[in-house]
């Protein structure tokens, strides 16, 4: 999204890394995500505010799944500066970008008619904002719902081989990430159901659920190949 609205954004795996990038330049905003490994947004932005006066830091922009009442307060009362809830919709991010960034393009206004996949699979309304970013290509969105698939399996069966072998941490952390990229791509059903999982008490309860989670993957992989399908034909020469 940021690349499609003109901005060049590096990314950090981690609060650890993010430190490393600012000791290497400086930045003007920080979208920082509160569930890391090694170290969490808070931490980061904690050290950040230690090591850096106002005037040299970057504004920090908090990003969460937990669309938790107060998390806003939490997040700002941290010393960040804004705050963001995943999945990212195109126009609340916009909004930030005008508060505290430097320029926004306006290509982010176009839109055109759009084939619709399934409701109870896809989001088509998050699709559509990714779609709207392309000027009407719909070049960066196919990459993007390519990159998801293989992604997502991969995701599924670390799941399924770390339940296996009774290592629960390992499990939630592979569906945390996937229902982080399944909302940003408007995937349901999938993002449901993993958000489920949080609520879980243990390994069993899990385990109960990966059919379900399976049966929805390939529900979605047929509903995303049909909806890259129905975009390639549109952009088709007559």
């Not at 306006?106 to 990714?130: G, M, Q």
């Not at 995937?187 to 059919?211: F, N, R, S």
């Not at 190949?225 to 034909?233: R, S, V």
């Given at each position: 999204?940021?690349?499609?609205?003109?901005?060049?954004?590096?990314?950090?795996?981690?609060?650890?890394?993010?430190?490393?990038?600012?000791?290497?330049?400086?930045?003007?905003?920080?979208?920082?995500?509160?569930?890391?490994?090694?170290?969490?947004?808070?931490?980061?932005?904690?050290?950040?505010?230690?090591?850096?006066?106002?005037?040299?830091?970057?504004?920090?922009?908090?990003?969460?799944?937990?669309?938790?009442?107060?998390?806003?307060?939490?997040?700002?009362?941290?010393?960040?500066?804004?705050?963001?809830?995943?999945?990212?919709?195109?126009?609340?991010?916009?909004?930030?970008?005008?508060?505290?960034?430097?320029?926004?393009?306006?290509?982010?206004?176009?839109?055109?008619?759009?084939?619709?996949?399934?409701?109870?699979?896809?989001?088509?309304?998050?699709?559509?904002?990714?779609?709207?970013?392309?000027?009407?290509?719909?070049?960066?969105?196919?990459?993007?719902?390519?990159?998801?698939?293989?992604?997502?399996?991969?995701?599924?069966?670390?799941?399924?081989?770390?339940?296996?072998?009774?290592?629960?941490?390992?499990?939630?952390?592979?569906?945390?990430s996937l229902k982080g990229s399944s909302?940003?791509?408007?995937?349901?059903?999938?993002?449901?159901?993993?958000?489920?999982?949080?609520?879980?008490?243990?390994?069993?309860?899990?385990?109960?659920?990966?059919?379900?989670?399976?049966?929805?993957?390939?529900?979605?992989?047929?509903?995303?190949?049909?909806?890259?399908?129905?975009?390639?034909?549109?952009?088709?020469?007559?």
């Open positions: 999204m940021l690349e499609k609205m003109g901005y060049r954004a590096d990314v950090a795996g981690n609060g650890i890394e993010v430190l490393e990038a600012l000791q290497r330049q400086p930045y003007d905003l920080i979208f920082m995500d509160m569930q890391m490994p090694e170290m969490d947004g808070l931490e980061t932005t904690k050290r950040i505010l230690e090591q850096y006066p106002p005037e040299n830091r970057p504004h920090i922009i908090a990003m969460t799944a937990n669309a938790m009442q107060g998390d806003r307060e939490r997040c700002l009362a941290a010393g960040m500066d804004d705050y963001l809830s995943k999945p990212i919709q195109l126009m609340e991010l916009v909004q930030v970008l005008e508060r505290w960034g430097h320029h926004v393009t306006e290509s982010h206004t176009h839109a055109t008619a759009k084939p619709h996949p399934p409701r109870d699979l896809l989001d088509y309304h998050i699709l559509d904002d990714i779609l709207s970013m392309g000027n009407g290509s719909p070049d960066f969105l196919i990459e993007l719902l390519q990159m998801y698939l293989p992604e997502a399996e991969e995701y599924l069966v670390k799941t399924e081989k770390s339940l296996a072998e009774g290592d629960l941490k390992t499990a939630r952390r592979m569906l945390h909302s940003n791509l408007g995937v349901k059903c999938l993002a449901i159901l993993c958000e489920q999982t949080e609520h879980m008490d243990g390994i069993t309860e899990i385990k109960a659920l990966l059919p379900r989670l399976q049966e929805c993957y390939q529900q979605t992989q047929h509903a995303i190949t049909d909806f890259m399908a129905h975009l390639e034909a549109r952009c088709e020469p007559r």
